[in-house]
């Protein structure tokens, strides 16, 4: 069974840009949640999809934005990009369902960011 | 507020050796939490989990104890090996909270030495 897939692995922008980072669930996972992982900050979550629906958001600007489809697969967008984006983007997929806090995230190997 | 923090940032010890890393929590509504190890460039891998109706969970070479009295959790490795070299994250997740939001601690960098 393929694990979380997350493309790019790596990407360079500059000040302003913008950038999607896309994620692949395993098949089956229909939650998909994305964290982003800075050394100050440590892993910090920026919100989960299930069933095409934000299910929760953290505490992040509005510049943090993601999707996901009906196959399960989603997208996080940032826009306006600043120095403080760079980062390594974290996608994970579960099989959790309905109001289930429990069950294991499988994570993917990440997006890492570098905004110059 | 919420939050989850470890004792230590590093640890270091010696192949077969036990290893204990130790977490704090605050939220003494919290009723999950389990443990992650991140390899480097890799993401965070599930190690163990426990609920807060347990105070104890084993897995292989895993322990992971829960005393919610102190609101401290413990991760216990059995017989370390260089294989363990790892940072190690614990996380929670709060009462009644659905979903997938979990809050990591700033994590424990395990070293292991042959």
């Known amino acids: 069974k393929a694990g979380v897939t997350q493309t790019p692995r790596y990407l360079i922008k500059t000040r302003g840009q913008q950038v999607t980072l896309s994620c692949s669930p395993i098949s089956g996972h229909r939650s998909v949640s994305w964290y982003q992982q800075t050394p100050g900050q440590g892993l910090q979550f920026l919100f989960e999809y299930f069933s095409e629906t934000q299910r929760n958001k953290g505490n992040f600007p509005g510049r943090f934005s993601g999707r996901q489809f009906s196959n399960s697969r989603s997208e996080m967008n940032v826009s306006t990009l600043e120095l403080g984006d760079s980062a390594l983007y974290l996608c994970a997929s579960s099989h959790r369902t309905g109001k289930s806090n429990t069950g294991e995230l499988f994570f993917g190997e990440g997006s890492r960011l570098t905004v110059l | 507020g919420e939050s989850v923090g470890l004792h230590l940032p590093t640890l270091s010890v010696q192949e077969g050796d036990n290893s204990i890393i130790n977490c704090a929590y605050s939220?003494?509504?919290?009723?999950?939490f389990i443990w992650y190890k991140q390899e480097s460039g890799k993401g965070p891998q599930f190690i163990i989990d426990i609920r807060s109706n347990m105070d104890k969970r084993q897995g292989q070479r895993v322990t992971v104890l829960l005393n919610k009295t102190v609101k401290h959790l413990s991760l216990q490795i059995a017989a370390t090996q260089p294989g363990d070299s790892a940072v190690y994250f614990c996380?929670?997740?709060?009462?009644?909270?659905?979903?997938?939001?979990?809050?990591f601690g700033k994590g424990t960098t395990l070293s292991v030495s042959s």
């Open positions: 996380a929670e997740m709060g009462s009644g909270q659905a979903g997938t939001a979990l809050i």
């Open positions: 939220n003494s509504a919290s009723d999950y």
